[in-house]
């Protein structure tokens, strides 16, 4: 096997700080059982002196590698060679500016953007973060993975595990996932199991059945997932003339999106490609708002890592006292426990970040007006707008900055919300169907 030595996996834990080699699927430091990055040694890595120099790789169509949003960035996430790499057309993602949405969020036009991830092969994000994490499962000829899911990763997991010959497994919650994510993992001919349980019982499972059967870990633990994720930034600021815009805002769920924009920034910034670090809003829904929670009442920061464990220990020690389980209809952030708590902190902290949290009605009315008037999403994706909304309240973000709201999931991904929302007349924004005899100038008479 050969492995670049321009990368290398390492501890987030400042005390433990240990480093191992990309040629090991580890998920959690074998020492102190913290998270782990992958990191680059830049001096060995032939990065470009400036982002615009990866602009000529749009010309090269025919090179898979090329026509990826992920590996076209690759020298930013050099972890694997070139003939490992995976690549089924993720990223081909849209950056657009939508004038009426920022009327709804109170911003000026012009100035609100939204990253379209629904546009992904697999209908979400997390096909940037599967190129990536599917390549280093081949690099180290993997036979088998698995993954938990609240849907849109069983589905990417899925589709990439075919493509690749890996078997493929899926633990998910029962009856806590939307019916579009759940066909495609059928669909996809994944192995799915539903147990009795939510997403946070499921992810405390296929830990132990990936340690217990030697499989390959496919959630956001992963750290070469979020190499793929970085590259969503890299997208946005390519669509912005490689400039940087004042705000990312993005849905709180596991927390991987967010920790991988922090990383994507901080590193960028430290090769001197980009100038600034744009500001950060996370947004989790109210009824799994954990993140909010600790940062925003029990002040928990990164702390240049020596994150005060203590009261993230109290905090799910009560959550378990209470027999809490999370409750949103935005099912893709439904989580009590993010794995990739830590690393949002930090992110937070690189990006000088807020998190808020928003209801399920200030979400499915973003939803809907996202629907209207863009390309549509899954509902954890309008938190961004409806978070948006009320940072705006707050002026926390004001009228004439630069936003990019990243749309994480495909409308279809989630039909039952939609059609729930726009049948029940009390909706702000419903658009019901509108029942009329079979005889035409009944019709003729409602059209007119
Ligand atoms: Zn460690």
Same mark, same amino acid.
């Given at each position: 096997?050969? %492995? /670049?030595?321009?990368?290398?996996?390492? #501890? %987030?834990?400042?005390?433990?700080?240990?480093?191992?080699? #990309?040629?090991?699927?580890?998920?959690? #430091?074998?020492?102190?059982?913290?998270?782990?990055?992958?990191?680059?040694?830049?001096?060995?890595?032939?990065?470009?002196?400036? =982002?615009?120099?990866?602009?000529?790789?749009?010309?090269?169509?025919?090179?898979?590698?090329?026509?990826?949003?992920?590996?076209?960035?690759?020298?930013?996430?050099?972890?694997?060679?070139?003939?490992?790499?995976? !690549?089924? *057309? @993720?990223?081909?993602?849209?950056?657009?500016?939508?004038?009426?949405?920022?009327?709804?969020?109170?911003?000026?036009?012009? #100035?609100?953007?939204?990253?379209?991830?629904?546009?992904?092969?697999?209908?979400?994000?997390?096909?940037?973060?599967?190129?990536?994490?599917?390549?280093?499962?081949?690099?180290?000829?993997?036979?088998?993975?698995?993954?938990?899911?609240?849907?849109?990763?069983?589905?990417?997991?899925? =589709?990439?595990?075919?493509?690749? $010959?890996?078997?493929? /497994?899926? =633990?998910? $919650?029962? $009856?806590?996932?939307?019916?579009?994510?759940?066909?495609?993992?059928?669909?996809?001919?994944?192995?799915?199991?539903?147990?009795?349980?939510?997403?946070?019982?499921?992810?405390?499972?296929?830990?132990?059945?990936?340690?217990?059967?030697?499989?390959?870990?496919?959630?956001?633990?992963?750290?070469?997932?979020?190499?793929?994720?970085?590259?969503?930034?890299?997208?946005?600021?390519?669509?912005?003339?490689?400039?940087?815009?004042?705000?990312?805002? +993005?849905? *709180?769920?596991?927390?991987?999106?967010?920790?991988?924009?922090?990383?994507?920034?901080? @590193?960028?910034?430290?090769?001197?490609? %980009?100038?600034?670090?744009?500001?950060?809003?996370? %947004?989790?829904?109210?009824?799994?708002? /954990?993140? !909010?929670?600790? +940062?925003?009442?029990?002040?928990?920061?990164?702390?240049?890592?020596?994150?005060?464990?203590?009261?993230?220990?109290?905090?799910?020690?009560?959550?378990?006292?209470?027999?809490?389980?999370?409750?949103?209809?935005?099912?893709?952030?439904?989580?009590?426990?993010?794995?990739?708590?830590?690393?949002?902190?930090?992110?937070?902290?690189?990006?000088? $970040? +807020?998190?808020?949290?928003? !209801?399920?009605?200030?979400?499915?009315?973003?939803?809907?007006?996202?629907?209207?008037?863009?390309?549509?999403?899954?509902?954890?994706?309008?938190?961004?707008?409806?978070?948006?909304?009320?940072?705006?309240? @707050?002026?926390?973000?004001?009228?004439?900055?630069?936003? +990019?709201?990243?749309? !994480?999931?495909?409308?279809?991904?989630?039909?039952?919300?939609?059609?729930?929302?726009?049948?029940?007349?009390?909706?702000?924004?419903?658009?019901?169907?509108?029942?009329?005899?079979?005889?035409?100038?009944?019709?003729?008479?409602?059209?007119?």
């Amino acid at each position: 096997m050969s %492995i /670049t030595d321009a990368a290398f996996q390492k #501890c %987030i834990n400042p005390d433990c700080a240990a480093q191992f080699d #990309c040629a090991q699927a580890l998920f959690k #430091c074998p020492k102190c059982g913290e998270l782990l990055d992958a990191q680059y040694n830049w001096e060995k890595i032939n990065v470009p002196d400036k =982002l615009s120099d990866l602009e000529k790789r749009w010309a090269n169509r025919n090179n898979p590698l090329d026509f990826s949003g992920v590996w076209r960035f690759r020298e930013l996430l050099n972890f694997c060679e070139d003939k490992y790499k995976v !690549t089924i *057309g @993720e990223g081909q993602t849209i950056l657009q500016q939508n004038d009426a949405v920022a009327k709804y969020a109170d911003i000026k036009q012009g #100035c609100l953007y939204l990253q379209y991830e629904g546009l992904n092969p697999s209908g979400s994000f997390k096909d940037n973060g599967m190129a990536a994490a599917f390549s280093h499962a081949k690099m180290l000829a993997m036979s088998s993975c698995a993954c938990a899911s609240t849907g849109n990763t069983s589905a990417s997991v899925a =589709l990439y595990a075919h493509h690749c $010959g890996l078997k493929c /497994t899926v =633990l998910i $919650g029962s $009856g806590r996932i939307a019916f579009g994510k759940l066909s495609q993992a059928m669909d996809y001919g994944a192995q799915t199991i539903q147990i009795l349980g939510d997403f946070d019982d499921c992810m405390r499972q296929v830990q132990d059945v990936c340690n217990e059967l030697g499989l390959y870990l496919l959630n956001s633990l992963n750290p070469f997932r979020l190499e793929g994720q970085k590259t969503i930034m890299y997208r946005i600021i390519e669509q912005l003339g490689w400039d940087v815009p004042d705000w990312i805002i +993005v849905p *709180g769920g596991n927390l991987g999106n967010s920790s991988a924009f922090g990383k994507a920034f901080y @590193e960028l910034k430290q090769l001197g490609l %980009i100038k600034r670090i744009p500001r950060m809003a996370v %947004i989790n829904a109210t009824g799994a708002d /954990t993140l !909010t929670d600790l +940062v925003n009442n029990k002040k928990l920061t990164w702390n240049n890592g020596k994150v005060n464990q203590k009261v993230i220990d109290d905090y799910y020690a009560d959550l378990t006292a209470r027999n809490f389980s999370p409750r949103t209809c935005a099912s893709a952030i439904e989580i009590s426990r993010p794995v990739n708590l830590k690393k949002c902190l930090r992110a937070l902290d690189i990006c000088n $970040g +807020v998190v808020r949290a928003v !209801t399920d009605e200030e979400i499915v009315d973003a939803k809907a007006i996202i629907g209207k008037f863009g390309l549509g999403c899954e509902p954890a994706s309008a938190a961004t707008i409806a978070g948006l909304r009320n940072l705006r309240a @707050e002026g926390i973000v004001t009228a004439d900055q630069r936003v +990019v709201c990243v749309l !994480t999931g495909h409308p279809l991904k989630d039909p039952d919300v939609t059609v729930n929302y726009h049948k029940d007349k009390q909706c702000q924004f419903s658009n019901p169907p509108i029942e009329v005899p079979n005889d035409l100038d009944e019709i003729i008479k409602l059209i007119r």
